[in-house]
């Protein structure tokens, strides 16, 4: 075997466990989801006429400002995940 072919063989095999060391090195710093992190309660906010405030469990479809039935004249006036990164 000529010593250029050698040669080109190692910096193939030198090239090839560069590859394999970053692959495992990005792989065992990724991000995975938590198997046992539970997801945040979506919650909605909702101010009623007499000035008291519910909190309660979101429901599809609600937004800020829509007409809430839980008391009269009750508004949605927050809506947000509790306990999360950003939750309260």
């Given at each position: 075997m000529p010593?250029?072919?050698i040669?080109?063989?190692a910096i193939?095999?030198?090239s090839i466990a560069v590859l394999a060391v970053v692959m495992y090195l990005l792989v065992r710093t990724s991000e995975r989801p938590q198997q046992?992190?539970?997801?945040p309660r979506v919650v909605s906010v909702v101010?009623?006429?007499d000035g008291r405030e519910i909190r309660r469990d979101y429901k599809d479809g609600e937004y800020v400002g829509a007409v809430a039935q839980d008391c009269p004249d009750g508004v949605?006036?927050?809506v947000y995940k509790e306990g999360g990164e950003y939750g309260v």
């Amino acid at each position: 075997m000529p010593v250029a072919e050698i040669g080109l063989l190692a910096i193939f095999v030198a090239s090839i466990a560069v590859l394999a060391v970053v692959m495992y090195l990005l792989v065992r710093t990724s991000e995975r989801p938590q198997q046992n992190e539970k997801k945040p309660r979506v919650v909605s906010v909702v101010k009623c006429n007499d000035g008291r405030e519910i909190r309660r469990d979101y429901k599809d479809g609600e937004y800020v400002g829509a007409v809430a039935q839980d008391c009269p004249d009750g508004v949605i006036i927050g809506v947000y995940k509790e306990g999360g990164e950003y939750g309260v």
